[in-house]
């Protein structure tokens, strides 16, 4: 008996990562056999865009699951290994200053929120676009973002623990008049269209507002002795590049798929370009005045990452599908010279019921500024800091009394002036059903008038506190509903911040010094 040959059984070829990539994003697609597709995806046909294939999406990045959380978990592993070792280290005690530290308190309370916000949305559009390409990407930056709300939470809860503003930035956010600037700007996103919220955030938020702020400014932190901070801002920033180029991605597939999407998408740019400028204002003053030791001023950084990279890099790609520069383009430059200045003055005005304390510039900081802004600072706004200079030195520190005018759209108040003319502030009206909206700019205006009904329902904290419902009518109930405790708005030399930093940098010399004359003759003795 002769027994049969062994078969040789083929091992199963290895795929290539492109087909490996293949098979976990689009290999898990189906078609649905019981229900239309319309009824799947019933977001997809009333912002007018038209979709013929969504198999055209292409991923720049092809990562799978696996190998994002792989990349990830690298990157966690640096960053805690630094937040230990500071945290340790007392590495707060380092800081050029506790004033560096209301920039972070602006941080936590307005951007940190938005990280949040922007994953759970990313989240529904990961269960609402109709392709497998562009569902996984939403899959992956919604959790980005929560990632980042986490690790932004992480790096600054140590600084919980010795100086105040920071015990519920949340609650702040809600309810916090200037915060209700970043709050608008997401919540309109959110309320959007899926595909316009793609370009609102994956466009406008991550190509202008997170660009200028994890770039310019973490470097600032790291050069007033934040490591963690930095450290953070840059992880964070390599995930930023990936949104980035997704969001691009996103424009050109929009734009591909049909040629009457063209001009939606203009329309959209116009509209979130103006909107996340103007939550810029934040960043600029916090580049200029809210960081002890300079890196760059907002100027400096507008032009580089605005002017250089997105109007001379981007849009002339996006010339090729007839998408021309943002509407308003023109205002945003003439203000560069004078947007920090203008923002910083009122917040030092209005920091009695903030979140942050705010101080009068050093005579080395005005010089710097004079340094900055050649053409506009010693003439505009250098005076200002002048008379405040001799208010301080007889004893009175000036706050505003009364409560400012914010824009209906923006929520920022009516501080900014016409375009080329800084001595005069620029208010515009706009009517709709018999009643009267002011707005702060061209932007804002023409914004405010392409969608009149959605505007009109803004939530502004000007208007809630007279009408009652912000805890009462007087300021320290205005100040309790917002959870802000004793120390954390107003000035702040003399503040708590500003108590502890000296007490410690004292026990610290002394430290350093060692034991006095006296001390060591009674040791000897």
Same mark, same amino acid.
């Given at each position: 008996?002769?027994?049969?040959?062994?078969?040789?059984?083929?091992?199963?070829?290895?795929?290539?990562?492109?087909?490996?990539?293949?098979?976990?994003?689009?290999?898990?697609?189906?078609?649905?056999?019981? &229900?239309?597709?319309?009824?799947?995806?019933?977001?997809?046909?009333?912002?007018?865009?038209?979709?013929?294939?969504?198999?055209?999406?292409?991923?720049?990045?092809?990562?799978?699951?696996?190998?994002?959380?792989?990349?990830?978990?690298?990157?966690?592993?640096?960053?805690? !290994? &630094?937040?230990?070792?500071?945290?340790?280290?007392?590495?707060?005690?380092?800081?050029?200053?506790?004033?560096?530290?209301?920039?972070?308190?602006?941080?936590?309370?307005?951007?940190?929120?938005?990280?949040?916000?922007?994953?759970?949305?990313?989240?529904?559009? !990961?269960?609402?676009?109709?392709?497998?390409?562009?569902?996984?990407?939403?899959?992956?930056?919604?959790?980005?973002?929560?990632?980042?709300?986490?690790?932004?939470?992480?790096?600054?809860?140590?600084?919980?623990?010795?100086?105040?503003?920071?015990?519920?930035?949340?609650?702040?956010?809600?309810?916090?008049?200037?915060?209700?600037?970043?709050?608008?700007?997401?919540?309109?996103?959110?309320?959007?269209?899926?595909?316009?919220?793609?370009?609102?955030?994956?466009?406008?938020?991550?190509?202008?507002?997170?660009?200028? %702020?994890?770039?310019?400014?973490?470097?600032?932190?790291?050069?007033?002795?934040?490591?963690?901070?930095?450290?953070?801002?840059?992880?964070?920033?390599?995930?930023?590049?990936?949104?980035?180029? %997704?969001?691009?991605?996103?424009?050109?597939?929009?734009?591909?798929?049909?040629?009457?999407?063209?001009?939606?998408?203009?329309?959209?740019?116009?509209?979130?370009?103006?909107?996340?400028?103007?939550?810029?204002?934040?960043?600029?003053?916090?580049?200029?005045?809210?960081?002890?030791?300079?890196?760059?001023?907002?100027?400096?950084?507008?032009?580089?990452?605005?002017?250089?990279?997105?109007?001379?890099?981007?849009?002339?790609?996006? !010339?090729?599908?007839?998408?021309?520069?943002?509407?308003?383009?023109?205002?945003?430059?003439?203000?560069?010279?004078?947007?920090?200045?203008? &923002?910083?003055?009122?917040?030092?005005?209005?920091?009695?019921?903030?979140?942050?304390?705010?101080?009068?510039?050093?005579e080395e900081h005005l010089d710097w500024l004079s340094a900055a802004y050649p053409d506009t600072f010693d003439t505009h706004f250098r005076p200002l800091w002048d008379k405040e200079a001799k208010n301080i030195a007889e004893g009175g520190r000036h706050f505003a009394p009364g409560l400012p005018q914010l824009c209906q759209v923006c929520q920022i108040p009516m501080t900014f002036t016409e375009p080329g003319d800084p001595t005069t502030f620029a208010q515009r009206e706009s009517q709709f059903e018999g009643e009267i909206y002011h707005t702060c700019s061209n932007g804002c205006q023409w914004i405010f008038e392409r969608e009149p009904e959605k505007y009109r329902q803004a939530w502004l904290p000007v208007h809630q506190i007279l009408a009652g419902n912000c805890g009462g009518s007087s300021i320290p109930e205005v100040l309790d509903w917002y959870g802000l405790q004793d120390g954390d708005s107003g000035e702040y030399l003399g503040s708590r911040d500003?108590?502890?930093?000296?007490?410690?940098?004292?026990?610290?010399?002394?430290?350093?010094?060692?034991?006095?004359?006296?001390?060591?003759?009674?040791?000897?003795?």
């Open positions: 008996m002769t027994l049969a040959p062994e078969k040789k059984t083929k091992k199963p070829k290895k795929l290539s990562m492109k087909a490996r990539y293949e098979a976990l994003t689009r290999g898990l697609d189906w078609e649905p056999s019981y &229900v239309e597709k319309s009824e799947m995806f019933p977001h997809l046909d009333y912002e007018g865009i038209k979709i013929h294939d969504w198999a055209a999406w292409e991923d720049p990045f092809r990562l799978t699951i696996d190998a994002y959380c792989k990349y990830q978990a690298e990157k966690d592993k640096r960053l805690y !290994a &630094v937040l230990d070792g500071f945290a340790q280290g007392q590495g707060h005690l380092g800081l050029t200053d506790a004033s560096y530290l209301n920039a972070m308190k602006v941080f936590i309370q307005g951007v940190t929120p938005l990280e949040y916000g922007a994953h759970r949305h990313f989240a529904y559009l !990961a269960r609402h676009f109709a392709g497998p390409g562009p569902r996984f990407a939403a899959l992956c930056q919604s959790i980005d973002e929560i990632r980042h709300m986490q690790t932004e939470i992480h790096t600054l809860s140590n600084y919980n623990k010795h100086y105040s503003g920071f015990h519920n930035w949340q609650e702040q956010f809600d309810r916090v008049w200037y915060l209700s600037v970043p709050k608008s700007f997401f919540e309109d996103a959110l309320s959007c269209g899926p595909f316009e919220f793609l370009i609102a955030v994956g466009f406008s938020f991550e190509y202008l507002l997170t660009n200028l %702020l994890f770039v310019p400014f973490m470097s600032g932190s790291s050069f007033n002795g934040d490591l963690p901070t930095m450290t953070f801002g840059f992880s964070a920033q390599s995930d930023e590049s990936r949104h980035m180029t %997704l969001g691009l991605e996103a424009i050109k597939f929009l734009l591909e798929q049909d040629e009457d999407n063209v001009e939606i998408v203009q329309g959209w740019i116009d509209k979130w370009f103006w909107r996340s400028y103007r939550v810029t204002a934040l960043v600029a003053q916090m580049l200029d005045y809210m960081l002890p030791r300079k890196v760059m001023s907002w100027k400096e950084s507008f032009e580089l990452y605005f002017e250089e990279q997105m109007l001379g890099g981007l849009f002339e790609d996006l !010339a090729f599908y007839g998408i021309k520069p943002p509407r308003h383009v023109e205002d945003a430059i003439a203000e560069k010279e004078i947007l920090s200045h203008q &923002v910083y003055w009122t917040l030092y005005q209005f920091s009695f019921a903030a979140g942050f304390t705010t101080s009068m510039p050093s500003h108590k502890n930093w000296m007490a410690w940098q004292g026990e610290a010399a002394a430290e350093t010094a060692g034991p006095s004359t006296d001390e060591t003759t009674k040791a000897g003795a």
